[in-house]
């Protein structure tokens, strides 16, 4: 598809807040293109699981980093694997949602996870999404996109993922955790969320899933025809 060079592998970043269907539309987009896909944030997911289930606190950054430093994260065919358990359903509790952002902002925690998405990207073709791909992990990506959608529909999105797992859950109150969650990337010290400025903005709030990795696809194929990796 969109005439890939052999001898170049190929990178596609994309990036933007929580809740903008970026995991989704990375997983199709992969998967239409044949690329490897790369969950960051499923990865940060597993960590803040693992500090949870082990009753460190979130302020407590030497003992997060120390456990940190003890994990093993692997990636299976879409699978989220924590110390070889597959935990990807595990990872998307309402308590690792609200914990994610702090567990993220610790500099030492994004060091060692830059360096194993980076790892990943150069051993085959990838699709990574994240908040800091275009920006830290995949600077040099062929295509960036930061994907974002309104609040409102950001969070009317995560309550019908999440309703059947927790039925108490209220809309505003996920509206709520949203904007929180946006301040927190929005403003920690170490990589913040913001576009590449190379990067092409889709806001997604009036646009299917589809039309979405359409969109992305055919941006895909328009750039690597202007630059040949090869050139």
Known sequence: MCGLKNDHFYQIAIDGPAGAGKSTIAKLLSTNLAFTYIDTGAMYRAITYKILKQNVLLDNEHAMIALANQTEITIKNGRIFLDQED???????????????????????????????????????????????????????????????????????????????????????????IRQRDFVDENREHDPLTPANDAVHIDSTSLSIHEVVEKITQLFCEKIKKNPADE
């Open 87 to 177: 935990v990807t359903e595990l990872i998307r509790s309402e308590k690792v949602t609200k914990g994610v952002s702090i567990v993220a902002s610790v500099k030492e925690i994004r060091e060692e996870m830059v360096r194993l998405q980076k790892r990943i990207s150069q051993h085959s073709h990838v699709v990574m999404d994240g908040r800091d791909i275009g920006t830290v992990v995949l600077s040099k990506a062929d295509l960036k996109v930061f994907l974002t959608a309104s609040v409102k529909e950001r969070a009317r999105r995560r309550f019908e993922e999440m309703r059947e797992q927790e039925p108490d859950l209220q809309l505003q109150a996920i509206e709520e955790q």
